[in-house]
């Protein structure tokens, strides 16, 4: 058995209508740009993964601005306290209610400590007068501060979390408009798959009785791997000497044919495919055997010519595992005609039409959907020796 499948194709220029009017958060250009009409699929999922990439920038950066302002508000606070701390011993000693000027004149505290005090009284927007304030007055205005300054403190440490969660979102969402770019791309492929393989074949034919026939036929399995020769690869599923396992399932027919008239036969088959035992790669895992039957009629309308039809009945037996766009398995139902107009005792015309049409199927994502017909016309010339 020789096999050879050939891949020479493109995808090209792949187009879609993206309408971002009404995306706001993704920037006014944006909006402009993409109202509906029809772009480069690339192009577009570029664009916008750099935009995302631009506002993940941006909320990172605003993450990282929120994280240093609460560190700052969280050191204000510690300040605060501390400084409504230092005050606490004065107040232990009976002159929480003197003035910091007549504690400075009375010699129970420095200049340069109430210079110290006033200082970060302003730092924390405290309104603070040596003459007239005291201990006790001061200290619960600086743990005030501090109470304010964790809760902002820890405001803004929140906020910084949320900046950093959006701004990881938006460089997820530029990571994959990137690969949809990357998908989307033009790609072109020029592969021929070949091998070869050894099967056994074993049939037989009866006829108990006049007009009747009777087959049954065996084929062993075909252990086969194709080789990729490519020439280009755009798509990175054809590497050059790659190898695809492609087994051809071993298959038992059966058959029977009867002759109504002398000018009128009718047929039937039954064949099951034993897909289970092959090396598909891993897909044979999604498979059960396969079968197909059919019936068809033959009738002669004079010696010379003849004329047949018969229907055809197939199914893969597949899960939706095993589907993909590059290989996918579908029931189908045949219709065919033909006939064979006999030029000379030796030598015939044969002709035949089928239409093939599949039943739909998708993959298990269920993000493909696949469905086809196939229409089929052949001609021959027949001589016999």
Excluded: C
Aim: aromatic share 10%; charged share 15%.
């Amino acid at each position: 058995i020789q096999a050879k499948n050939t891949y020479v194709g493109h995808l090209k220029d792949i187009s879609i209508n993206p309408d971002l009017s009404d995306h706001s958060a993704l920037g006014t250009t944006l909006g402009q740009m993409y109202t509906g009409n029809m772009v480069l699929a690339t192009d577009f999922f570029t664009t916008l993964s750099g935009a995302l990439a631009g506002g993940s920038a941006l909320y990172l950066d605003g993450s990282e601005q929120a994280a240093d302002g609460s560190a700052q508000a969280a050191a204000g606070a510690a300040s605060a306290t501390d400084a409504g701390d230092g005050l606490q011993p004065l107040v232990d000693a009976g002159a929480g209610d003197v003035s910091f000027d007549n504690l400075v004149l009375g010699g129970y505290m420095a200049q340069a400590d109430v210079d110290a005090i006033a200082a970060g009284a302003a730092l924390l927007g405290i309104p603070f007068d040596s003459a007239v304030n005291t201990p006790n007055a001061t200290q619960p205005a600086f743990y005030g501060a501090a109470t304010q300054l964790t809760a902002t403190s820890i405001y803004y440490a929140s906020y910084s979390v949320a900046l950093a969660d959006t701004a990881e979102m938006y460089a997820e969402d530029s990571e994959a408009a990137a690969g949809n770019a990357a998908a989307t791309a033009d790609v072109e492929v020029d592969v021929v798959q070949t091998g070869s393989a050894l099967a056994p074949v074993i049939g037989l034919y009866l006829t108990p009785v006049e007009g009747l026939g009777l087959s049954i036929r065996y084929e062993g399995q075909a252990d086969m791997t194709l080789v990729n020769d490519t020439e280009i690869d755009g798509s990175g599923l054809f590497p050059d000497k790659g190898e695809t396992p492609s087994d051809m399932p071993a298959m038992l027919a059966t058959g029977l044919s009867y002759k109504l008239l002398p000018s009128l036969r009718i047929e039937g088959s039954y064949n099951i495919y034993f897909n289970k035992d092959v090396d598909w790669g891993g897909k044979e895992a999604y498979t059960d055997n396969g079968f197909e039957y059919g019936v068809g009629a033959e009738f002669a309308l004079s010696n010379a010519l003849t004329l047949s039809g018969g229907w055809l009945y197939a199914n893969g037996n597949v899960q939706n595992l095993y589907n993909s766009d590059m290989s996918h398995s579908l029931p189908s139902n045949t219709i065919g005609f033909g006939g064979k107009y006999a030029l000379s005792p030796r030598m015939g015309l044969s002709f035949g039409v089928s239409n093939t049409s599949y039943e739909e199927g998708t993959n298990d994502a269920e993000y493909e959907t696949y469905m086809k017909t196939a229409l089929d016309v052949a001609f021959g010339l027949d001589y016999a020796f």
